[in-house]
């Protein structure tokens, strides 16, 4: 079990001055057991002050990791795909969906909800037309007439005559969720061998379910439902990284994006009506890195707007798509510069170092999102190649969104305790964990992460202060103001006082 | 191309410093390139002053480099046993080849020579016998007469008349080749699907050639052949971890290990003597970590006794074997102490970290190792999960003995670009590169695993001045002493030189 220490051992200190000064060390057991505590204690939560209470519930965390970590496939170092039902099964993922999480900080709007509601909530809709395209997956769209066709799309089929036909529609209902997810049971490393085939299916999966999720009276149940199966994954905040396309409706009739801002904002607001311990969502508008940079300039423009019209509810800006084959940050500098011009201030929270590729051109985007004075750095897997940038994330706290399975998904590492995030979080460094797209995965909205990140990355020494301060950091990190923070922090506290006091030895039994 | 710098960038600094004191940052194109430059300048050897000649061949370096980048499969993502044959291809790897490397310091004494070697040359020996085990290996074994049998082996075959009873003997070597190597052209993953398979494998290779390199004359032959194939791949110096066993002669008669070192040091001065500008080789005498606690003992003092006797050739002491299944170094403590005790300096150089597990008793050897005051660190995979470990490695100099090629086949890390000394090759930590086993790999003695640091782990930003560094630490944190270095650094510098004068733009051409 982890060792907890109160506050920064002194003697260890000495010791290990003294050591590094040249003394000869030897193999003291008592020098020995303080540099181990040190270490222990410069881990994320490692300096933690816990209850008797949060102790006993450690005891039982450590006994269920150590049934993880003597499987004779360790789940970490497996295809989440393949994983999945391991770690569903397993005492310890069921202990982590039950606990307070805090926040999700990684998260886009269309891949927050189990694609099985797609397919049998929306696509049973009245009036869903889908064609399928020749590259072999399929577009939708709800019109109450038949709708014109789209290229390279065979002619439009109303789904309810389709499934009327078929009798039995499971295999229909199978191959739409196909497409709409990168989840499979088939082996994921014969299904996806490169990184391009999988974002190509990843990029593929985002058209077909594009036409379901912006009809609005999908995209308000779509959000309503990720509200639902975020809060049931307890999570209690969320901030969305979301491209506020234009939501239509059965007409033909489109909505801009402040309307599309102001729906996601009322339903956030009606949700928290029915569940008042959920503190709530903002919106972190995006735009696709491939874009133009007129467009890019347009769209931070219309961010400044929309940031002045909801104060409160719009978070920032962002740049998302695949860095790999994308436009640099530096290549928009001049866009990205426009709100400091204008002393307005626009936060970023830009995906930067989502990348194995060192020294390229998109490997720069890490500094260059400091340089832009990003709030955080999503993903930022190329951080521990980067010295200066990791320093500069370190001491002025910009956290890193660390979302371990899109990570082992998109084909960045394979065994996950190969992942730089093993490294940070053994020196604390400032980061949440997050899911980025659980839908496309088939993980939960956060439980599977933090499995992966609690059993993957922390190993043996990871212990309740980690799980405590992952959770803490969520809500520090955010785009709340310090006062909402300590709102969300008493909230919080509340829940997770509740859980520990529930979970404890008993289970043990 | 990689920025070089002359001297630390002051003005660098102080923007770094005003950016982490907080005053906000911009997309100043001038601090950016001070930031990147000071990144740069951080790496191995990246304040490296480079002559005009020097700066040519980084040129050339650049352009190969890149042309390895742009392939379409990039080699050191890839299992060694599949771009092995892209590797080799490659101009980059004939430049790597015909560079002064300087010294390889982690080898083992009979993974040294190609196999094909063993099986042409050692086989081929009048008197050889072979038998299969029940577990599918084979054994060797040179005998006047019919040997006696071995428990779990067929009856002994003589080797000459199975081979002339077969005619063509090709089935035949290469069936043996496949028991004395991991190298495999089936897909390794399937063949190696997991640590446990892999090092079964691993070990069972060693049983397999054991008998055919403990008989006297092959003992021989084969260390004169490795120091060939080491001098003929441009390495000048080697430390050797060597198991020290009992040699055997036709007769069945054995040496002891002091005639087994003195044998190493003989044949190494007659190899000096008709290669002037190879400085030689020393010993570091290795005991398996299974052992019980009372051999360790044993060996200990034995390897005490052999370094009075040696001074000069015995470099010190290791444990040797799969870490995680191992005993710990702590285990071993008692014995371990013992030079300490008895006021004797026997140098050690401890296998550490050579594990995936994180917090297990296994993965505390990196801190016994300094604690027990190791001269190097033998892979020191975990090093990045060990923030202790590692800040007393950086500030005690104690170098990290890095073999890619051997974890990527020992299944730590399947893309080398994700192998933990990306970071420490970023932040100038004390380490060399070496080849572990290059015999079981299928590698060059050392080339290879240049090839993958050069362009894994350095990506674009690793230059000439890198490739130098390594070279220079290689001697540098060898067991000579200071003014054996200097020597040493002569005779290299002196290649170098040639080298670079020899290698520039031309090639471009
Ligand atoms: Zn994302
Ligand atoms: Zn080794």
Redesign the interface.
């Known amino acids: 079990m ?1 060792v907890r220490l109160q506050r920064p051992l002194v003697a260890a200190a000495c010791l ?1 001055l003294c ?2 000064a ?1 003394v ?5 057991p008592r ?2 057991k303080e ?2 505590d ?2 222990a204690s ?1 881990q994320i939560g490692g300096r933690m002050v816990l209850t008797d209470a949060e102790q006993r519930l450690d005891a039982l965390l450590a006994k269920l990791k150590q049934d993880e ?1 003597s499987r004779k496939d360790f789940p970490p ?1 497996m295809h989440f795909f393949k994983a999945r039902r391991l770690i569903q099964a397993s005492p310890l993922f069921g202990l982590l969906q039950e606990m307070p999480k805090g926040a999700v900080l990684h998260v886009h709007d269309f891949a927050m909800v189990d694609v099985e509601w797609l397919v049998k909530n929306a696509t049973y809709r009245p009036n869903c037309y889908m064609c399928f395209t020749d590259s072999a997956s399929v577009r939708f769209v709800f019109a109450s007439q038949g709708p014109k066709p789209v290229e390279r799309c065979s002619p439009w089929v109303l789904l309810e005559s389709l499934r009327a036909k078929m009798g039995n529609a499971t295999k229909l209902d199978n191959s739409i969720r196909g497409n709409l997810t990168l989840f499979t049971d088939r082996d994921p ?1 014969t299904e996806y061998p490169s990184q391009d085939v999988v974002w190509n299916r990843f990029e593929a999966a985002f058209g077909a379910l594009w036409g379901l999720v912006t009809f609005a009276p999908v995209f308000r149940d779509y959000y309503m439902e990720a509200l639902n199966q975020f809060y049931a994954d307890n999570v209690m905040y969320l901030e969305l990284r979301a491209l506020l396309p234009q939501v239509y409706e059965l007409d033909g009739c489109t909505h801009d994006q402040a309307w599309t801002l102001q729906t996601y904002q009322d339903l956030t607001k009606e949700f928290i009506s029915t569940h008042p311990d959920f503190y709530g969502a903002r919106i972190i508008f995006t735009n696709h890195r491939h874009a133009k940079l007129s467009v890019v300039t347009e769209a931070v423009k219309k961010a400044m707007q929309l940031q002045k019209d909801f104060p409160d509810f719009l978070a920032g800006f962002d740049l998302v798509g695949r860095e790999d084959q994308g436009k640099t940050l ?1 290549y928009f ?1 001049d866009a ?2 426009l709100p ?1 011009e204008k002393g307005a201030t626009l936060p970023y929270f830009f995906h930067a170092g989502e990348t ?5 051109e998109v ?2 985007n890490l ?2 999102a ?4 990003t709030s955080r750095i999503g993903h930022g897997f190329a951080l ?6 990791k ?2 994330s370190r ?2 706290r910009v956290a890193v969104e660390v979302c371990p399975i899109s990570n082992q998904v998109l084909k ?4 996950l ?4 995030a ?2 940070l979080m ?2 604390d460094h400032p980061l949440v964990i997050s899911s980025d797209d659980p839908a496309m995965f088939g993980s939960s909205p956060l439980s599977s992460d933090f499995y992966e990140a609690f059993v993957g990355f ?4 990871s212990h309740v202060g980690s799980l405590k301060q992952l959770a803490i950091n969520s809500i520090r990190f955010s785009a709340l103001t310090p006062k909402q923070q300590e709102e969300a922090l008493v909230l919080w506290q509340r829940k997770w006082t509740k859980f520990v006091a529930k979970n404890q030895v008993l289970k043990t039994n």
Do not use: Y
Not at 24 to 28: A, V
Not at 356 to 360: A, D, Q, R, S, Y
């Open positions: 982890a290990f050591c590094l040249g000869r060390c030897g193999p003291d020098l020995r540099l181990i040190l270490e410069m970590m170092s490393e530096w500098r990205l510069a400091a194995n590729f060192e020294g390229t490997d720069q500094l260059d400091l340089l832009l004075n521990q190649r980067h010295p200066v940038a320093d500069l001491k002025r960045l590492v394979k065994d305790r190969n992942h730089p093993t490294a053994m020196e922390g190993g043996v020494k």
